[in-house]
């Protein structure tokens, strides 16, 4: 995202193509859209130039996924489904009673509550960073493969603009990680960005937004950092301990903040 002139390019559920962040770029640049997705967005991808079609499997993954599968296909994100136990194919359960409008708001929150058992610190690998210029322009990049043991074709927050980053010159910038599914409903990022245009401070700013979450999920885990056009910063998490890095022309190396829930 191009906090100069609010220009953002992303794709989602692109395969056999490695530079994710290189591809939402060139849609960016070469493209009047903001999102490309699937088969479409490789194709495009490699027509702009990056290497693919590439096979991005490797042992480790290969063995992690022959390992779940072994396991009937356990942990995963499917609900409210039938058989539980197994690799599918899954059904409705209670198929019947879908139509009869009488779900509980205690057991629609017992399912939300239990939704972020799958996310932490070993099953994702966001990044997402912001940068600043001597100028004063801001420009934000998030990268991710995804939760693990995600459905196909399940597309989280990376490439959401307001969810997992945000920047706007004016005013400053965020980014975010931890369970895309539950924080892409509320554009932490963005809540942070105009909670700052207010005049909140990036620390406020940044654990407002949490906290935003948290009230609804309790469970839930996940983290931002906020950072001003001045270059102030802060982080907020919850569910976990968080760390960002931030290096500065004057800084000698990059240095690393801890932000505990």
Same mark, same amino acid.
């Given at each position: 995202?191009?906090?100069?002139?609010?220009?953002?390019? &992303?794709?989602?559920?692109? $395969? =056999?193509?490695?530079?994710?962040?290189? &591809?939402?770029?060139?849609?960016?640049?070469?493209?009047?859209?903001? !999102?490309?997705?699937?088969?479409?967005?490789?194709?495009?991808?490699?027509?702009?130039?990056?290497?693919?079609?590439?096979?991005?499997?490797?042992?480790?993954?290969?063995?992690? %996924?022959?390992? %779940?599968?072994?396991? $009937?296909?356990?942990?995963?994100?499917?609900?409210?489904?039938?058989?539980?136990?197994?690799?599918?194919?899954?059904?409705?359960?209670?198929?019947?009673?879908?139509?009869?409008?009488?779900?509980?708001?205690?057991? !629609?929150?017992?399912?939300?509550?239990? $939704?972020?058992?799958?996310?932490?610190?070993?099953?994702?690998?966001?990044?997402?960073?912001?940068?600043?210029?001597?100028?004063?322009?801001?420009?934000?990049?998030?990268?991710?493969?995804?939760?693990? =043991?995600?459905?196909?074709?399940?597309?989280?927050?990376?490439?959401?603009?307001?969810?997992?980053? =945000?920047?706007?010159?004016?005013?400053?910038?965020?980014?975010?990680?931890?369970?895309?599914?539950?924080?892409?409903?509320?554009?932490?990022? =963005?809540?942070?960005?105009?909670?700052?245009?207010?005049?909140?401070?990036?620390? !406020?700013?940044?654990?407002?937004?949490?906290? $935003?979450?948290?009230?609804?999920?309790?469970?839930?885990?996940?983290?931002?950092? &906020?950072?001003?056009?001045?270059?102030?910063?802060?982080?907020?998490?919850?569910?976990?301990?968080?760390?960002?890095?931030?290096?500065?022309?004057?800084?000698?190396?990059?240095?690393?903040?801890?932000?505990?829930?």
């Amino acid at each position: 995202m191009n906090g100069a002139t609010m220009e953002v390019g &992303a794709v989602a559920a692109m $395969r =056999y193509v490695k530079d994710g962040i290189k &591809a939402a770029r060139l849609v960016m640049q070469h493209t009047g859209h903001t !999102l490309l997705v699937g088969e479409q967005a490789s194709a495009f991808a490699i027509s702009m130039g990056l290497p693919g079609p590439t096979n991005l499997s490797s042992s480790e993954s290969v063995q992690k %996924w022959s390992k %779940w599968k072994e396991n $009937r296909c356990q942990p995963n994100f499917w609900k409210n489904i039938v058989p539980v136990d197994s690799c599918g194919p899954y059904h409705p359960k209670g198929i019947a009673e879908l139509g009869k409008g009488t779900c509980s708001s205690a057991n !629609l929150m017992a399912a939300a509550e239990s $939704r972020s058992s799958h996310i932490g610190l070993h099953n994702h690998d966001t990044i997402s960073m912001a940068v600043i210029d001597k100028e004063g322009h801001i420009a934000v990049g998030t990268s991710t493969n995804g939760a693990t =043991y995600k459905i196909p074709g399940r597309v989280g927050d990376g490439p959401i603009a307001g969810s997992s980053s =945000y920047a706007d010159d004016e005013v400053g910038a965020c980014g975010a990680t931890g369970d895309g599914d539950i924080m892409m409903r509320f554009l932490p990022c =963005y809540q942070v960005v105009e909670s700052m245009r207010l005049g909140t401070e990036p620390k !406020l700013a940044a654990q407002d937004a949490i906290k $935003r979450i948290a009230r609804k999920f309790p469970d839930f885990v996940g983290a931002v950092f &906020a950072i001003n056009k001045n270059g102030l910063h802060a982080g907020a998490c919850h569910g976990w301990t968080f760390q960002y890095s931030v290096r500065s022309p004057e800084m000698e190396d990059v240095e690393v903040f801890t932000v505990f829930p």
